[in-house]
């Protein structure tokens, strides 16, 4: 059990291991792919300046993600409950979702400007279709023997979906969540990376145009860190409010 547990950080630490023993091997140019020693040396003397666009774009994402966890559990409710509204807005939605966020960020930095306001709301735009979806089938899927049990005796519609499918859907809903906050980070940084005075898509950007490759590469070790942190605190709060879902599993159990 306890070699589970630390399975992740050996496959991390082998992989590192790997490329600097390939980059060494076949003496491959820094600013080809660097070695992990040389962008975690650069992660060191650039780390004030790694710490301040980390914490903008950290901002940035949990902002976004927030209100996308927000408004995608009311719409989901709303779609999962009701055929019209389903018929009415689900096409809406799929239209919307396959168009590319990077394409909304020049028109959002022409409505509010270079700045936080369009990467909080490209994270919230390019992570919210998924919590949608997954908390609407979670509504749709309480079995209809189920409910003609709860209306004859006497639960209305309303105390129905509070009681029974809004809890039945928390499950797809954490799920679509672990999804959804590494959209969120893929959507800060995408605005970052074309309209932005700071963020770590915004230092990226520096590193590449001076080719500073392993900075570059630390910024994308930064953005892989906080994703996981934020998959793990995710994944933590769904053990907690689900375990149920999972009884009798090895999840339960882990």
Request: no cysteine; proline share 5%; glycine share 8%.
């Amino acid at each position: 059990m306890k070699l589970q547990r630390h399975m992740p950080w050996l496959v991390v630490v082998a992989l590192f291991l790997v490329w600097e023993g390939a980059v060494r091997l076949f003496h491959v140019a820094p600013f080809i792919l660097p070695r992990p020693t040389a962008f975690l040396e650069a992660l060191w003397i650039w780390r004030a300046e790694i710490a301040m666009h980390s914490a903008q774009t950290f901002m940035t994402t949990v902002a976004g993600f927030g209100i996308a966890m927000v408004a995608g559990m009311a719409l989901g409710v709303a779609v999962g409950s009701s055929a019209w509204v389903y018929r009415s807005v689900y096409s809406l939605l799929i239209g919307f979702n396959t168009i590319p966020k990077v394409a909304l960020v020049p028109i959002l930095v022409m409505w509010f400007g270079v700045g936080s306001v369009p990467a909080i709301l490209t994270a919230f735009l390019i992570s919210f279709f998924p919590i949608v979806v997954n908390v609407a089938t979670g509504i749709a899927t309480v079995e209809p023997e189920l409910q003609d049990v709860l209306r004859a005796l006497g639960a209305r519609k309303r105390d129905i979906i509070w009681r029974i499918g809004i809890p039945r859907s928390l499950p797809y809903y954490f799920a679509s969540l672990k999804i959804a906050i590494t959209f969120a980070f893929v959507g800060s940084i995408v605005s970052e990376n074309v309209a932005a005075n700071s963020g770590i898509g915004h230092l990226m950007t520096v590193a590449s145009s001076r080719f500073e490759v392993p900075l570059a590469f630390a910024a994308l070790f930064v953005i892989a860190l906080m994703g996981v942190l934020m998959y793990v605190l995710t994944a933590t709060v769904e053990k907690r409010m689900t375990a149920w879902s999972v009884r009798g599993t090895h999840l339960a159990a882990g």
